[in-house]
């Protein structure tokens, strides 16, 4: 019979075997995907100090015109046939962001300055460094089928931090202690096998953490699994409320996004910004979520329901009315870009995942280091 230590051993060199393949096969995927999400946890930040004329005004009027205002501004001088998006903020500083489509169909992303109506810049929605950064992230630029490789290399990831913890694991306290420190003035090899296993061990938690939560937006049953933990049940189709009136009435709707605007920040009385999303289709109302920023969390939005024609409200859906599912999956991209608790975690989130950029060169050097070591016997006797 196999004694208990030698099935330990058997045990940890499939782990490792396993490691050492998985890691090789996803590392590319890994590198690219880990450097890309560390770009996009100061998304808002970078682009902000890059463009600060498209998110900043430069003088801070004593009123605003009206959203209706803007938007004819857009249609009349810029050739916009479709607003898609509005997105308005408490800071008094920040411009108004509003989405379209032009005469050619192509999305664009206008910044306004919402005290004199002037476009302060535009940029199409897919060409914006960032938009591109996301696709390469999510991805690989390649749509469906790159969706399913950085899943596919997430759900790897996940599971060569698990098998990177227990090889780290030693029982006797002294290794143990030896795992937890680098060796500064060791030899190259040293230093890369400690700097790949003992960051890799302070970085562990937070890199699953991030690594789970990005399975989300790859894997709907990973979503499903989230929906059924928090609910008991799997998700729902996405909450939409059908448009009860069929046909345009034609109304003077000179005032249309303002009003909507106005009863939106009445409904939800705390200070916030507001998001009107205009529906895709010709079946569904606007949809308008206001965030709340007196709250600790972000990303804690309620959302009203407008009747695209009239503008009158249909349905409220306050955030405390959320289910334990929906409140959840509202806090896996704050947890995920680390924006959660704001600078302290931005910052965390942004050096463990640049330190997971490292994981696949740090680990093909030990590969090559080994290999190689395995080697220098015959190549002496030649």
């Given at each position: 019979?196999?004694?208990?230590?030698?099935?330990?051993?058997?045990?940890?060199?499939?782990?490792?075997?396993?490691?050492l393949?998985?890691?090789?096969?996803?590392?590319?995927?890994?590198?690219?995907?880990?450097?890309?999400?560390?770009?996009?946890v100061?998304e808002?930040?970078?682009?902000?100090?890059?463009?600060?004329?498209?998110?900043?005004?430069?003088?801070?009027g004593?009123?605003?015109?009206?959203?209706?205002?803007?938007?004819?501004?857009?249609?009349?001088?810029?050739?916009?046939?479709?607003?898609?998006?509005?997105?308005?903020?408490?800071?008094?500083?920040?411009?108004?962001?509003?989405?379209?489509?032009?005469?050619?169909?192509?999305?664009?992303?206008?910044?306004?300055?919402?005290?004199?109506?002037?476009?302060?810049?535009?940029?199409?929605?897919?060409?914006?460094?960032?938009?591109?950064?996301?696709?390469?992230h999510?991805?690989?630029?390649?749509?469906?089928?790159?969706e399913?490789?950085?899943?596919?290399?997430?759900?790897?990831?996940?599971f060569?931090?698990?098998?990177?913890?227990?090889l780290?694991?030693?029982?006797?306290?002294?290794?143990?202690?030896?795992?937890?420190?680098?060796?500064?003035n060791?030899?190259?090899?040293r230093?890369?096998?400690?700097?790949?296993?003992?960051?890799?061990f302070y970085?562990?938690?937070?890199?699953?953490?991030?690594?789970?939560?990005?399975?989300?937006w790859?894997?709907?049953?990973?979503?499903?699994?989230?929906?059924?933990?928090?609910?008991?049940?799997?998700?729902?189709?996405s909450?939409?409320v059908?448009?009860?009136?069929?046909?345009?009435?034609?109304?003077?709707?000179?005032?249309?996004?303002?009003?909507?605007?106005?009863?939106?920040?009445s409904?939800f009385?705390?200070?916030?910004?507001?998001?009107?999303?205009?529906?895709?289709?010709?079946?569904?109302s606007?949809?308008?979520?206001k965030?709340?920023?007196?709250?600790?969390?972000?990303?804690?939005?309620?959302?009203?329901?407008?009747?695209?024609?009239?503008?009158?409200?249909?349905?409220?859906r306050?955030?405390a009315?959320?289910?334990?599912?929906?409140?959840?999956?509202?806090?896996?991209?704050?947890?995920?870009?680390?924006?959660?608790?704001?600078?302290?975690t931005?910052?965390?989130?942004f050096l463990?995942?640049?330190?997971?950029?490292?994981?696949?060169?740090?680990?093909?050097?030990?590969?090559?280091?080994?290999?190689?070591?395995?080697k220098?016997?015959?190549?002496?006797?030649?």
């Amino acid at each position: 019979m196999f004694s208990k230590k030698h099935m330990n051993k058997a045990f940890k060199k499939k782990i490792r075997n396993l490691h050492l393949w998985l890691g090789l096969g996803s590392g590319l995927v890994v590198f690219i995907v880990a450097l890309t999400g560390s770009l996009l946890v100061f998304e808002k930040e970078i682009d902000q100090f890059i463009n600060p004329e498209f998110y900043v005004v430069s003088n801070v009027g004593q009123t605003k015109k009206t959203i209706d205002y803007c938007t004819n501004v857009l249609q009349e001088e810029y050739s916009v046939k479709k607003i898609n998006r509005i997105l308005t903020f408490n800071d008094p500083q920040r411009t108004m962001i509003i989405v379209g489509k032009d005469k050619d169909k192509v999305v664009q992303i206008f910044s306004m300055d919402p005290y004199t109506g002037k476009v302060l810049g535009t940029v199409a929605q897919k060409s914006r460094f960032f938009s591109v950064v996301l696709s390469i992230h999510r991805q690989l630029l390649i749509e469906d089928a790159g969706e399913i490789i950085t899943g596919c290399s997430c759900l790897i990831f996940v599971f060569m931090l698990i098998s990177g913890l227990i090889l780290w694991w030693q029982k006797k306290i002294k290794n143990l202690r030896q795992r937890l420190t680098i060796k500064w003035n060791g030899s190259f090899k040293r230093f890369n096998w400690d700097f790949h296993s003992t960051i890799g061990f302070y970085s562990f938690l937070f890199l699953l953490i991030i690594a789970l939560t990005g399975l989300t937006w790859s894997f709907k049953w990973f979503e499903n699994g989230m929906y059924f933990l928090a609910d008991g049940s799997i998700k729902k189709a996405s909450p939409k409320v059908e448009n009860p009136t069929k046909i345009d009435p034609k109304l003077d709707q000179t005032t249309f996004y303002q009003s909507i605007y106005q009863k939106t920040d009445s409904i939800f009385p705390y200070k916030g910004n507001i998001q009107i999303r205009m529906p895709a289709d010709t079946i569904n109302s606007i949809l308008v979520l206001k965030e709340n920023l007196e709250m600790s969390i972000p990303n804690q939005s309620s959302a009203a329901y407008f009747d695209k024609y009239t503008g009158q409200n249909i349905e409220k859906r306050p955030y405390a009315s959320f289910s334990n599912g929906d409140k959840l999956r509202r806090l896996v991209y704050p947890i995920h870009t680390g924006s959660i608790y704001g600078y302290p975690t931005k910052i965390i989130a942004f050096l463990v995942t640049l330190f997971a950029v490292t994981l696949p060169i740090t680990g093909l050097l030990i590969w090559l280091g080994k290999k190689n070591k395995k080697k220098s016997p015959a190549a002496s006797v030649s």
